[in-house]
């Protein structure tokens, strides 16, 4: 059996990319879309609570953030997944191969660090 | 409804558990094993038939999750955060990174196993299912507590 040389390229590059840069979103706040479950809303871009005031409004309108990144990281890969996916097959050196589980494993580390605080309250 | 979506979740998560474990065993345990033993029967599976399931599971398994966690977020989390399990918290938030994580890795997961270049080495697609497998079980885990941790830990 043998592999549809594009899809390969594609699906390899999707997932190294995906990882990165849903570490980028994760780290930077780059959620595209923000989502209110309880009052039923989504908006574009990622929306804090400003309610220095009152700040137990979280608690009234929770915001989901998670569809969010993973949305933003999906889209970044997908436009890389698609030029790798186009590029003639030997025009270029670099091999992503390896890197499909390296970089990942790499982004699941940094999430874990990203995450720390939640375990230092 | 959450109820019921919970439910199903859990079913869908513990077939791929099976499945993955299966998989992941039979990927590393290619040699050596004794056939006679439980473990060499465990992992002398068709390790290939198992990518489709795989793949249809873990993406049913986050779509499912990613529905209930709306009500997770509204109804489950707040509570738990009036209850100071923070701990349990941040593994959730982990099992959520590593979900995504994961469902980005099914197509070349995929490929891997189903559509091999002719003499491809195996450590890729075992390294791919190691990771899948520990997403898996990290989040059969994680969403286990969560799910009980008002009763047996509170």
Known sequence: MTSSAPFRRFSFAFGTTFAVLYVVALAKDLALITVFPSLGIILAGTHRSRDVADPAMGFLAPAIYWYGWTTTAALGALVVGLVAASIPKGSTRYNWEGMVWIIPALSMIACVYLTLPWFRL | ?154
């Open chain 2, 1 to 154: 409804m959450a109820t019921a979506l919970l439910i199903v979740h859990g079913l869908v998560a513990v077939a791929l558990l099976g499945a993955i474990t299966h998989q992941t065993l039979a990927a590393w345990g290619a040699a050596g094993a004794r056939p006679a033993s439980f473990l060499g029967r465990f992992r002398s599976v068709p390790s290939a038939s198992f990518a489709n399931a795989i793949v249809f599971l873990y993406a049913a398994s986050t779509l499912l999750g990613g529905i209930i966690y709306l009500y997770f977020r509204v109804d489950v989390r707040p509570e738990l955060e009036r209850a100071s399990h923070w701990h349990v918290l941040g593994f959730f938030e982990l099992k959520e990174h590593f979900a995504a994580i994961g469902l980005a890795l099914l197509p070349a997961y995929w490929v891997c196993w189903r559509r091999p270049l002719a003499n491809e080495p195996t450590q890729i697609r075992t390294a791919l299912t190691s990771m899948l497998a520990f997403i898996v079980w990290w989040g059969f885990l994680t969403g286990h507590v969560a799910n009980n941790i008002m009763g047996f830990g509170s």
